[in-house]
Every structure is written in structure tokens, then in C-alpha cells.
């Protein structure tokens, strides 16, 4: 089973459209973050949630708007697609919220912008 | 914004030799960790060191830290093609993360 998945694992739009990604760990991890990887491989910490409330929100436009139904369910919205957007991004996962220890990691989503 | 930085960005070597990766960092921390990515993939966890740990050995691989230089660096002994990858150091302080932009490793057979 894998410990954390994301849907979709390709995805083509076009600039102005509207997507989600979605995000799912079956590993009980209270903390779940979404990371953003650029063509130059600079990973940057976008959302961390623990226990569906949010604790981390760097500066991203408030056109991405993570949700959590759940501890288990962390998804990331995006409007108003831009050609920056482009990148892979990854959700992972873990134990607790302080002092993180290992993050467990989804194979990423790549998304292009056209 | 970054935290580590990764030395060197990329590292060829033949199989069998060693590869050292050295990460630096600016602010405190509390803990100090290694990942791997290989192409097209996610990133998976090698080891962690505590901000009160200098060493420490995980099969063919040893992290060293020292905290007054605010650097780590990770060896690879024996190296296999298959440890052909991306390594990442990661910065803990708190409840914060924060990734290197990482060191492209090639080992040629």
C-alpha cells in the first residue's frame, strides 16, 4: 500500500483554469505539508496542516487554497492558472508537529501551465 | 525561502569511490536531515542528526554535523550506480522545514 498518494500525477492545462491535486496518507500522521519544486529542483515549503487546522502558510498568492476533510486528506487548490505555476509539486506527511522528524513523501504531481 | 545549501551541486564519480556532500546553513536548528530523489520520484528519508549529535552511520552512509560551522556533510561509501540520485539536506528549527537545492550525484559503472 502506499503510505502517501497524490492524484493527479500529470496534469496539462491551460493558463486561467482551475485545479486540484489531491493528497492521502494511510500512515495515522497528524502533520501533512505541501511542497512545490521548481525546474531547478528548489523544493519550497508551501502549507503545513496538523490535525486539519493550518500552521505553516508561507507567501503563496491566495490563488492556492489547501483543504483538510480530514487528517488523513490534505488537497491543494489552484485558480487562475499561471505559466509560473508550472513545477512539480509533493505532499508528504508526518508524525508530529514539533521537531519534525522524517517526512514521508508522494511521488508528486507535475503540472504544466500552457 | 532556502535554508541549506548543498556543496557540491554536482558530483560524478566512478562505482566503488566514495561521495561527499556538504551542506551549509545559516540559522539554528534542531535537527538536520538527508534525503534522496531519484529522477522523477519523490523524496525519501536517509538519516537524521540532532543539533547535539556529531555523527552518525546508517549502512554505507555517515552524516557528520558540526553546529558552530553550521555544516553537514554526508558520505556515501562504496558507491553503487543504483545511488545515482539527488540528495537533499533539510533544516529543522521548530516546527519548520526547510530544503537545500541539493546535489545531483551520478555513479558511473
Known amino acids: 500500500d502506499t503510505a502517501v498518494s497524490q492524484t493527479p500525477k500529470y496534469l496539462v492545462t491551460q493558463m486561467g483554469n482551475d485545479k486540484s491535486i489531491k493528497c492521502e496518507q494511510n500512515l495515522g500522521h497528524d502533520t501533512m505539508y505541501w511542497y512545490k519544486q521548481d525546474s531547478k529542483k528548489f523544493l519550497k515549503i508551501m502549507f503545513s496542516y496538523n490535525n486539519k487546522e493550518l500552521i505553516i502558510n508561507e507567501t503563496v498568492p491566495n490563488r492556492f487554497s489547501p483543504k483538510s476533510p480530514d487528517k488523513a486528506h490534505l488537497n491543494l487548490h489552484i485558480n487562475s492558472l499561471e505559466l509560473g505555476d508550472s513545477a512539480v509539486y509533493f505532499c508528504?506527511?508526518?508524525?508530529?508537529?514539533?521537531?519534525?522528524?522524517?517526512?514521508?513523501f508522494g511521488e508528486g504531481s507535475r503540472l504544466t501551465v500552457l | 525561502s532556502q535554508q541549506g545549501e548543498e556543496d557540491p551541486q554536482a558530483l560524478s564519480i566512478q562505482e566503488g569511490e566514495n561521495a561527499t556532500m556538504n551542506c551549509s546553513y545559516k540559522t539554528s536548528i534542531n535537527n538536520l536531515q538527508w534525503y534522496r530523489q531519484n529522477s522523477g520520484r519523490g523524496l525519501v528519508h536517509l538519516i537524521l542528526i540532532r543539533s547535539n549529535e556529531r555523527e552518525k552511520h546508517s549502512g554505507r552512509l555517515r552524516v557528520t554535523l558540526d553546529t558552530s560551522k553550521k555544516s553537514s556533510s554526508l558520505l556515501i561509501t562504496a558507491s553503487r550506480a543504483a545511488d545515482t540520485a539527488s540528495y537533499f539536506c533539510?533544516?529543522?528549527?521548530?516546527?519548520?522545514?526547510?530544503f537545500g537545492a541539493g546535489t545531483r550525484l551520478t555513479v558511473k559503472p
Open positions: 533539510a533544516t529543522v528549527l521548530g516546527n519548520d522545514m526547510r
Open positions: 508528504a506527511s508526518s508524525h508530529g508537529t514539533s521537531w519534525p522528524g522524517e517526512l514521508f
